[in-house]
């Protein structure tokens, strides 16, 4: 039935944006607007206390439960299991707005500030490690945390609705049950699709860059189904091959890359940039997390800020759902200070080096990096590579990088899709993942023929709100569970004391 109704309404949203792409552009700016204005403080207040909760739970009483029986360890290495719950959870992205972003905020600033100032490129960083920092892998914590909890400590299936279980009983395999796992397939497939739509577009700013392909929709829908050739591929394999092994290969180009511009480029004013911005960050990250502009009624926490936690939210179904797939065994606090901590310090040095060698080349150099960007947003990391020696061979480099992203990233969301319409089952039948492979991928072409990066944007923030509502209720419903489970436990062991005594 999941399987079934998921399908029919994202088919029809498809078949929508292929009759009338205009008629589907103009209603979800439209719901965009609505949205933004009604729901903004939601989506900020939501991601600020799942953040919050995150860290309480790493420190909580709870913190030794193990994610499966006491007897259970893990079964990925800690480097394999970073890089598999990194390449889902980021990979195309950073590499997208590495530099993009801060470029962005220094030409647009937020507090009112005026644009291509030090003041502007200080707060640029500052908000690029809010956006890609601790509140969105807080997201990703609490639903794959809650996932392996029911999965694997107290046998449920795999699926969202088994984590409301303490609160709905018997009721999660009813309509209730049933609406939970559409919304969240739902969020997953416009989340991904949002995605791999920014992948297709970067791919054709690196191929325009490295060999002159022009930068068009056509284009983009070739490398779109090209791609999706090849993670349809990969989907056939499994975790423990595919993905696992494009994962490790991810990280590792990933980390090369990085590398590379670290001891190249200014390497010192990189350094000098990851410090200051990091103790900025530290220092105001409640009042950027609880940002809104009521008084002046300006626009760029909802372009900004708000895109990013309605993207957070989108992705998290499927996020959490693969990462819970691959940390059985890990205790609580392990799970959150390695889901939480590493990937976000890894996202602070890459925004650190991409965004603070751009911006050093734009303050100091007289290289025109901000104009590059207001022309070609995708070409931005590319104009950024090709003023640092063997720039055109780097930059083939890192569009190799995107494809393996973007085939990962795709592969590991046909895996979950398919798990989530297929009652939790932990390895899906290929025919379903092909199914959700092909309907993720047109989707990510409707939204590029409705709007553009605008379109793409623009539903990602619609279809996470449902799911906000759920993100909340999910950690009453997982606190309530890990509570029952100690107080339980906290009987057993007064009772058996009793029966010692007597």
């Known amino acids: 039935m999941v399987f079934y109704i998921s399908l029919i309404i994202i088919s029809v949203f498809v078949l929508w944006g292929v009759i009338s792409p205009e008629n589907l552009s103009a209603t979800a700016e ?12 939601f989506y900020l207040l939501t991601t600020f206390l799942i953040l919050g909760f995150s860290v309480y739970l790493a420190f909580s009483k709870y913190g030794n439960i193990r994610l499966g029986a ?62 890609w920092g601790l509140h969105p892998w807080a997201i990703y914590t609490v639903i794959g945390l809650s996932l392996a909890y029911f999965n694997f400590r107290k046998g449920f299936n795999g699926l969202i609705s088994s984590t409301f279980y303490p609160l709905l009983k018997e009721k999660i395999h009813g309509p209730i049950g049933k609406i939970i796992d559409i919304l969240a397939i739902i969020a997953t497939a416009f989340g991904v699709a949002t995605s791999l739509g920014l992948g297709a577009l970067q791919i054709n700013g690196g191929l325009n860059e490295v060999f002159g392909i022009s930068n068009k929709l056509g284009t983009q829908i070739i490398i779109i189904a090209i791609v999706t050739v090849l993670f349809l591929i990969s989907a056939t394999t499994g975790v423990d091959k595919g993905i696992k092994i494009l994962s490790n290969l991810n990280v590792g180009v990933a980390g090369g890359l990085l590398l590379f511009v670290l001891f190249l480029g200014p390497t010192s004013f990189i350094f000098d940039t990851l410090v200051t911005t990091l103790g900025d960050y530290g220092q105001n990250i409640i009042n950027m997390s609880l940002r809104l502009t009521p008084f002046t009624k300006g626009t760029w926490v909802g372009d900004w800020t708000l895109f990013y936690w309605a993207w957070w939210i989108a ?37 650190a080096t991409f965004g603070g060698t751009a911006l050093n080349m734009e303050m100091f150099k007289g290289i025109e990096i901000a104009k ?24 083939l480099i890192a569009t190799i990088l995107i494809v393996t992203f973007f085939i990962t990233s795709a592969d590991s969301a046909t895996f979950v899709l398919g798990m989530m319409s297929s009652k939790g089952d932990n390895n899906p039948k290929n025919k379903v993942k092909f199914v959700w492979g092909i309907l993720q991928s ?44 100690v107080d339980d436990d906290n009987k057993e062991k007064q009772s058996e004391a009793a029966i010692t005594k007597d």
């Open 442 to 485: 047109a989707i990510a072409i409707i939204l590029l023929l409705s709007g553009g990066l605008k379109g793409l944007e623009t539903m990602s923030i619609l279809a996470a709100l449902p799911f906000a509502f759920i993100l909340l209720i999910m950690c009453v419903s997982f606190h309530k569970a890990l509570k029952d489970e």
């Open 30 to 41: 439209y719901l965009l607007s609505f949205t933004i204005d009604k729901f903004g403080w």
């Open 70 to 131: 006491d007897s259970d360890r893990p079964k990925y290495s800690n480097i394999t299991w970073f890089s598999m719950l990194f390449s889902a959870g980021m990979g195309i992205g950073l590499v997208f707005w590495g530099v993009a972003e801060p470029i962005q905020h220094y030409l647009d600033p937020p507090l009112g500030l005026t644009g291509g100032t030090p003041e502007a490129a200080r707060a640029a960083m500052r908000y690029s490690f809010l956006h």
């Open 315 to 351: 992705w998290a179904p499927f996020v959490g759902t693969f990462i819970a797939r691959v940390s059985k065994g890990r205790t609580i606090k392990e799970f959150v200070l390695g889901v939480l901590l590493i990937p976000s310090f890894f996202s602070f040095v890459w925004f």
């Open 372 to 395: 590059a960007v207001e022309q070609d947003l995708t070409s931005a990391l590319f104009v950024t590579l090709r003023n640092l020696p063997l720039g055109i061979i780097v930059s």
